[in-house]
């Protein structure tokens, strides 16, 4: 076996938590709509779906396709779960419809199964809910990998308790398959999760690749640092702290004073998607009650969830980009050619029709002469 160790070595630490999400909804009453529908996210990015109708795994993104061709095992693995997973969550939407006595109108039962890894600490977590009919009705403990079952849904309890398979399955999903396949998604699409020169700090984040002779120890970074910038449309107006540009989606930004976070006065925007990739969002502070003398007190901080490192970008009226231009500030050159300009104006106007009113006073005349 060929050993090979890729070391891409550069001046920064940081951790970043990356994230593998299975969406599951089986439902019933939907007009036109598949009865089961399954997708998967990377890091909220969609790399996978399923549903009733097409009963296999379609990748949603190129690298998830050369991934599944190059790993047929990984395609597999997903159509055998879709087809159980169409079975078991019909099985479990009958029994809350028939406990309820629901036997018409529209239901729904869905699962959200999310593992997550750290890949400088290489530790892994998850969990995983279930809800009926917009309730969580259970969820499980991914340490004692135990069923927790809300008041609505102890009728269930029995049931899965005695279930082992189920939970056999689900321990195994939580230490075993989703870090796995998380690891090797990231490792294939990090040309389109990483563009932008992503890889810009060292990240101890080995990756054994189990299905080829190659063992491949890499360090790379899956994170990109944010542009910021303060926006304010009228001086009256909400000054707008603007990230763009980062990846991934799971980052904090807020106002603070003196150093502490504050909320009075701040509206927090969602976090969106650009067009490549990457992420932007927005934070409005209310400045019309504070002092212009207590401005530099006030900061706009942005940081990547688990990581310590943050953007700060102080509260200056120098540094705000406004759509409005100060009178003291608005050039006087510009104001007195726009006067001397509509001024040409007007007399052209008022010499056109002079010269008009008199040709046509000359062709009357004219005409009278000749009769």
Not at 117 to 124: G, I, K, R
Request: proline fraction near 4%.
């Amino acid at each position: 076996m060929e050993l090979m160790f890729l070391l891409v070595l550069f001046h920064t630490t940081h951790s970043v938590k990356h994230s593998l999400t299975y969406f599951i909804t089986s439902s019933s009453g939907l007009q036109n709509f598949p009865r089961f529908v399954a997708v998967s996210k990377v890091d909220g990015v969609y790399v996978a779906y399923c549903d009733s109708s097409n009963h296999t795994a379609e990748p949603r993104q190129d690298w998830t396709k050369t991934l599944m061709e190059e790993e047929p095992e990984h395609l597999e693995w997903h159509i055998q779960t879709c087809l159980a997973a169409i079975q078991d969550s019909k099985t479990d939407i009958d029994h809350f419809k028939q406990h309820f006595n629901h036997t018409g109108g529209v239901h729904v039962f869905q699962e959200l199964s999310s593992c997550e890894w750290d890949n400088e600490t290489d530790e892994t977590s998850g969990y995983q809910r279930f809800g009926y009919d917009r309730e969580d009705v259970v969820s499980v403990d991914s340490k004692t990998l135990t069923w927790k079952f809300t008041e609505k849904a102890a009728f269930f309890k029995q049931t899965w308790d005695e279930d082992k398979s189920r939970l056999s399955f689900t321990s195994n999903f939580f230490t075993n398959i989703c870090p796995q396949w998380l690891k090797q998604y990231i490792v294939y699409g990090r040309k389109y999760l990483l563009r932008k020169g992503r890889i810009t700090c060292l990240m101890s984040c080995p990756y054994i690749h189990y299905y080829f002779l190659t063992l491949t120890l890499c360090f790379f970074s899956l994170s990109d640092r944010p542009s910021v910038s303060l926006l304010q449309k009228t001086p009256s107006s909400a000054v707008s702290c603007h990230a763009t540009g980062f990846y991934p989606d799971r980052a904090l930004m807020f106002w603070s004073k003196d150093g502490e976070e504050i909320h009075e006065g701040v509206e927090h925007g969602e976090i969106l998607p650009n067009h490549d990739g990457t992420f932007q969002m927005t934070v409005d502070l209310n400045v019309s009650s504070v002092p212009e003398k207590d401005w530099r007190r006030y900061h706009c901080e942005f940081q990547f969830e688990g990581v310590k490192d943050r953007i700060i970008t102080e509260l200056d009226e120098a540094v705000i980009r406004t759509n409005s231009i100060p009178p003291s500030e608005f050039p006087a050159g510009v104001l007195v050619g726009v006067v001397v300009g509509l001024l040409l104006l007007l007399l052209c106007m008022a010499a056109l029709l002079l010269w008009k009113k008199n040709k046509n006073g000359f062709r009357a005349a004219s005409t009278s002469e000749s009769s």
